[in-house]
Nanobody, 112 residues
């Protein structure tokens, strides 16, 4: 069974930074594009960033561009989301995704 386990969320002040991690196990990690989504209660899940299987290509939502960086370490089956200059509106549950597989999410809360 594929497992994706996110970590690194927490409470941070506006303007601060957090680094999310997603540890993958039990599948051929290197063959999958990886994505970070986020969701606020009552709203649809939003794609934040994606990275190709070999790490050569990345894409970002307009809200994340210039502030967030997605990266991956295929040797250690981990994908990261570095989030800088955090804003109140970045508050959400953040999910790691690979194809049809999802992690349980990690909460990011940005305070004023």
């Amino acid at each position: 069974q594929v497992q994706l386990v996110e970590s690194g969320g927490g409470l941070v002040q506006s303007g601060g930074s957090l680094r999310l991690s997603c540890a993958a196990s039990r599948f051929t990690f290197i063959h999958y594009d990886m994505r970070w989504y986020r969701q606020v209660p009552g709203k649809a899940r939003e794609l934040v960033a994606s990275i190709a299987s070999n790490g050569d290509a990345t894409n970002y939502a307009a809200t994340a561009k210039g502030r967030f960086t997605i990266s991956r370490d295929n040797a250690n089956y981990t994908v990261y989301l570095q989030m800088n200059s955090l804003k109140l509106e970045d508050t959400a549950m953040y999910y790691c995704n690979a194809d049809q597989f999802w992690g349980q999410g990690t909460q990011v809360t940005v305070s004023a």
